[in-house]
RNA sequence: GGCGAAGUGGCCGAGUGGUUAGGCAGAGGUCUGCAAAACCUUGUACAGCGGUUCGAGUCCGCUCUUCGCCUCCA
């Protein structure tokens, strides 16, 4: 079975094999670090780390690296133009620096949360100044860019290929869009900025062969991507939104430089929406992470995010998280059903479903197909489980390390603890595990004598301080209710 | 205006020429002391209008609507 990976710049589905055989790498645009990290965020990250774990579980080895961006790029890419992490440091009233740092912090905390597996190197932006100097200079060298009044700049013309991937080619047509009356130093509009000079109150800004100044927003990604995966790599992912100019000119900067094609397979995701629009910090309209998680399980925003493609659009409510809560839920019971369950004489097949499983996951990482497996495999094993001879502890094996390869390890939903206990926690967990025994054990009493008003006192008291119980047939069974 | 994507049943969301997506919600049932959970049953959905085809949600054209990027805003 073959992997086919949706790639951008051919627009088609294409059977994917990595440069070195056995290796991949990967490189994925992180986030410009100047506030907390919102659901968008989130959409991009699981996408990318569901990738990066199928490319594992396939048997790949595989350098994953993904960049923070912590000196901020204009708002555009004009000779005027605010930083953003200046701006925020100067409504923070403080150093541009300290607000990287903390949002940085903030954003590993909301990843881990959502149980995105760090990058194997995350390399900041501001310690690669020398590598994104170094590429500048290769390029001037070449003859692709050029310098005016301690300003470099990529000349578009000089790259025959430039916009390739957005399909933007007609330079003319781009050019005449440009603004009329803008004070620039380019010599045509759509060339893009690798060095810029810093005025004086810039804050970030760094000693240059042309200026003291600060890199270009193009560029970090390059020079970095270069430096740690080389002049060609496998997969480089990242926001659709930054097809054009980001990537586009991050292509023809590195192509330009060293005359080998740069990605071999371009991923885009796409945006989420709240009642339709984008959502986006400048917007003003983004769903922060953290505030969602007071409310809601991360993993059930993991699970909500995968429950579309990550090539779609994804459209938030508060009806569909609490639709894909109520899912989860259900996988979740299902798995720890087959945990606790007793062994039986009956035989499972779980075969067939591993297959459609492994089939939806390499046609371009269809998770929600992979995730709709999940649930007839659910309903399967449930009816299995409800006949008298169970299933035996052979399948029963067999159906556990698939759910715990494919559901955890995958896809990263099902996890060992859904209560997420710490360390901590243990010591009173086991104190309530003791409790829950003796009190089980007195409405069983009642419920022989047939004292159903005690008997459902206990219950309801129980659903009411949030501990739900449930009869089965194998006994009754508890669980602490998460989430809303 | 340019480039690109999309409109699927109450809601979310797969699917790209011919047989069930899946989840959530709703209705009925089995089980249960009653619930919950689980299971069973239950939905003539593919924006509109034409066309191609034996056959189209799926291909083509047009129309309408929405979204992203560029532009504008800065």
């Known amino acids: 079975m073959s992997l086919f990976i949706y790639n951008s710049l051919s627009r088609t589905k294409e059977k994917f094999e990595p440069l070195h055989p056995g290796f991949v790498s990967m490189y994925v645009c992180g986030p410009t670090v100047y506030g907390h990290a919102h659901l968008g965020h989130a959409k991009s990250y699981v996408s990318f780390d569901v990738v990066v774990r199928w490319l594992r579980q396939g048997g790949y080895k595989v350098k994953y690296v993904q960049n923070i961006t912590d000196v901020g790029h204009l708002t555009d890419d004009a000779d005027e133009g605010e930083d953003k992490i200046m701006r925020q440091a100067d409504l923070e009233k403080t150093d541009p620096m300290e607000i990287a740092q903390f949002y940085t912090r903030s954003f590993y905390e909301d990843m881990d949360q959502l149980e995105v597996l760090r990058a194997n190197i995350a390399p900041a932006a501001t310690a690669h100044i020398p590598e994104q100097i170094a590429l500048i200079e290769r390029l001037i060298k070449s003859g692709n860019a050029y310098e005016v009044n301690g300003n470099v700049y990529f000349s578009v013309n000089s790259f025959p290929g430039y916009g390739r991937l957005s399909g933007r080619t007609d330079q003319e047509a781009l050019q005449s869009g440009a603004r009329v009356g803008v004070r620039s130093d380019k010599r045509e509009p759509s060339d893009f900025a690798l060095w810029k000079k810093a005025d004086e109150r810039h804050l970030m800004k760094w000693n240059s062969p042309w200026s003291v100044g600060y890199p270009g927003w193009h560029l970090e990604c390059s020079a970095m991507s270069m430096k740690y995966l080389g002049e060609s790599i496998d997969i480089h992912g990242g926001g659709m939104e930054n097809k054009?100019?980001?990537?586009?000119?991050?292509?023809?900067?590195?192509?330009?430089?060293?005359?080998?094609?740069?990605?071999?397979?371009?991923?885009?995701?796409?945006?989420?929406?709240?009642?339709?629009?984008?959502?986006?910090?400048?917007?003003?309209?983004?769903?922060?992470?953290?505030?969602?998680?007071?409310?809601?399980?991360?993993?059930?925003?993991?699970?909500?995010?995968?429950?579309?493609?990550?090539?779609?659009?994804?459209?938030?409510?508060?009806?569909?998280?609490?639709?894909?809560?109520?899912?989860?839920?259900?996988?979740?019971?299902?798995?720890?059903?087959?945990?606790?369950?007793?062994?039986?004489?009956?035989?499972?097949?779980?075969?067939?479903?591993?297959?459609?499983?492994?089939?939806a996951m390499n046609d371009d990482f269809n998770t929600p197909v992979a995730i709709a497996v999940l649930f007839e495999l659910s309903k399967a094993i449930n009816t299995a489980l409800d006949h008298p001879e169970g299933i035996s502890t052979e399948s029963k094996k067999v159906v556990e390390k698939f759910l715990e390869s494919a559901g955890r390890q995958t896809l990263g939903i099902l996890n060992q603890d859904t209560s997420k206990s710490h360390g901590e926690n243990r010591e009173s967990e086991k104190k309530l595990g003791d409790v829950m025994h003796i009190l089980l054990e007195l409405r069983n009493e009642a419920r022989k004598n047939r004292d159903f008003a005690l008997s459902d006192k206990i219950r309801d008291q129980l659903l009411g301080a949030g501990i739900e119980i449930k009869d089965t047939k194998e006994g009754v069974s508890w669980a602490v209710k998460s989430g809303s």
């Open 244 to 359: 054009f100019p980001h990537h586009d000119c991050e292509i023809a900067q590195s192509e330009a430089a060293s005359g080998k094609p740069y990605v071999r397979f371009w991923m885009h995701n796409n945006m989420v929406t709240i009642n339709g629009i984008k959502m986006g910090k400048s917007l003003k309209n983004s769903v922060n992470l953290k505030d969602l998680f007071g409310n809601i399980d991360p993993l059930v925003i993991r699970f909500f995010i995968l429950q579309s493609h990550y090539r779609s659009q994804l459209d938030y409510s508060e009806t569909a998280i609490k639709a894909s809560t109520s899912g989860l839920e259900k996988l979740r019971e299902t798995l720890k059903r087959v945990r606790e369950q007793k062994s039986g004489s009956g035989l499972f097949d779980c075969a067939p479903f591993a297959n459609r499983f492994a089939e």
